[in-house]
């Protein structure tokens, strides 16, 4: 262990920011021209943090490969500990000898709360602490609305972060390091066993998503290079390969909105309203981040209180066959098998299905969030609780609670060929695109020449759409008589 005077090491730590270039932290460290040592630290202990899902631990086992990969080019040892991150922090920089350590912020509570007191520990130890931005366009605390208070509403949230936030370019990913040479060890990444083995449920991931910077920076040239074509229209097409698919690359920091920015700047082709959509996009994923901030709880309670008096339903019948793609209507149990076996659902999808298990199931918004928190591969403590709340109605600037969806409406509309279902449900393949949202109500002739046989190879919808809607509305009525 070095003594005091030694203490020249700056270290830095990884944790929702796998990348190397634009990363702030990182480049604080080159700039320091002292010896860089780099860990990523798992924490699943500090107060109130929430374990990663299933769909994310397999992403974080293949990032962090990549950015070990990456830092060796550097030459510098990622060193991968697992602890409360105050804790672990302060005896890996006793350590490696460390006089500074640097990290990007995290803006969710508990991770918030545990780089607090992390912070504190390293001062009190005489270690210089500095945390850098990266993963948000904006600082959630600086964007008030006139009054002085956290925004509630997109739109206004969305001028007010066109108008005052300018978002800075890039930074560069070092071009040198100089190394940390100690010896210290790390935990072996296999020994977290983030990957599934028994039974290995991650074929369809693997097939679908490349982790780690490179394949982030692939994915934003591949959905640029199309110009983003048609993107305010297509992004609503399930069967279209329409969207970025970048959604979890920016939950592990794999990429930088920043990034994103620059990429968008400077081209006229780049620039009209197809482009403009996409940005708003991801300002929604800031206005979650904004709402988070200032509502720690958004994950466990109802941003509305109204909905506090909601009349659940428990049925775990009923929630597993919505978590199986088993519930007879097609385009739910598309998306629902789209999730589970790629871990990740196109956007109208996720509307349809959450509005399904809240509204025709009557199935508490938690449940959903929870199921989608572990088995989606971009699983985000802000844009997750806050969309499912969204959907519910219970949420900021949500959708109307009596605004149902009808599920043979919307895959009507938005797979009219009937190409997200026929990839997902190939046993209803066979029929026509007319009967394909709807196989209930097909002639039996004609099920019988797709060879489908209601309630055998597939299921009848396990409830009906209409009565479903009363329910609900009914369900609705009661906490607004309540008022
Ligand atoms: P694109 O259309 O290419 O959009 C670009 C980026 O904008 C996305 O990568 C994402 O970062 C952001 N974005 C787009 N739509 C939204 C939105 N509605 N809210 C917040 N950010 C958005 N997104 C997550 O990243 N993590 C989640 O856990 C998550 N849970 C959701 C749960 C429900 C019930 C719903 C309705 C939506 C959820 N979303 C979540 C938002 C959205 O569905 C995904 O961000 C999007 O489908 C990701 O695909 P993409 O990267 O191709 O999106």
């Not at 974080?60 to 990456?70: G, I, M, V, Y």
């Not at 925004?151 to 949230?157: E, K, L």
């Not at 789209?338 to 109208?348: D, E, K, P, S």
């Not at 928190?373 to 959907?391: E, G, H, K, R, Y």
Request: hydrophobic share 40%.
């Amino acid at each position: 262990m070095p003594n005091e005077n030694d203490r020249n090491t700056v270290l830095v730590l990884f944790r929702h920011d796998l990348r190397l270039s634009d990363n702030l932290a990182l480049c604080a460290a080159a700039n320091a021209g002292r010896p860089v040592a780099a860990a990523f630290i798992l924490d699943e202990e500090s107060e109130g943090a929430r374990p990663l899902g299933g769909a994310r631990r397999w992403w974080l086992h293949h990032s962090l490969t990549a950015l070990s990969k990456d830092l060796k080019t550097l030459g510098v040892k990622l060193i991968l500990r697992r602890g409360p991150m105050a804790k672990t922090v302060s005896a890996l920089a006793e350590e490696t000898g460390a006089a500074t350590v640097y990290w990007n912020r995290r803006y969710d509570p508990p991770g918030i709360a545990a780089d607090t007191q992390m912070k504190s520990a390293l001062q009190e130890a005489g270690i210089e602490a500095e945390s850098f931005a990266g993963h948000l366009l904006h600082e959630p605390w600086r964007i008030k609305t006139g009054s002085g208070g956290p925004y509630r509403v997109f739109t206004p949230f969305w001028r007010a972060l066109v108008e005052h936030v300018h978002p800075r370019a890039p930074a560069d990913r070092p071009k040198s390091l100089k190394p940390f040479e100690g010896d210290v060890t790390g935990d072996a990444l296999e020994d977290w066993q983030l990957l599934p083995t028994t039974p290995d449920w991650a074929g369809g991931l693997r097939k679908t998503w490349t982790p780690g910077e490179a394949g982030a920076r692939a994915r934003l040239i591949a959905f640029l290079d199309g110009g983003g074509d048609g993107y305010k229209t297509r992004r609503d097409r399930m069967g279209d390969d329409g969207t970025s698919g970048l959604s979890a690359h920016l939950a592990h920091g794999e990429i930088t909105p920043f990034q994103i920015w620059q990429a968008l700047d400077g081209t006229e082709e780049l620039a009209g309203e197809d482009m403009l959509t996409f940005r708003k996009e991801v300002g929604w994923r800031e206005f979650c981040w904004h709402l988070l901030f200032h509502n720690p709880d958004l994950a466990t309670q109802n941003f509305n209180s109204d909905f506090d008096a909601f009349p659940w339903h428990r049925d775990d019948r009923a929630l597993a066959d919505w978590q199986r793609g088993q519930t007879g209507y097609p385009v739910v149990d598309a998306a629902m098998r789209q999730l589970w076996q790629t871990g990740w659902m196109h956007n109208r999808a996720r509307m349809i299905v959450a509005s399904f298990l809240v509204k025709h199931l009557g199935l508490h918004w938690r449940t959903g969030e929870e199921w989608f928190w572990d088995t989606l591969v971009d699983a985000d403590p802000a844009s997750n609780p806050a969309n499912w709340q969204w959907v519910a109605g219970s949420g900021a600037d949500a959708a109307p609670f009596f605004r149902i969806f009808n599920p043979v409406l919307q895959g009507e509309k938005f797979d009219p060929q009937g190409r997200y279902v026929r990839a997902f449900v190939p046993e209803i393949e066979n029929l026509s695109d007319k009967h394909l949202h709807q196989p209930w109500k097909a002639p039996v002739e004609a099920l019988r020449k797709a060879g489908v046989s209601l309630g055998e190879t597939y299921p009848r919808p396990m409830v009906d759409h209409k009565a479903a809607r009363e329910n609900a509305l009914s369900a609705y009525k009661s906490i607004r008589n309540a008022d």
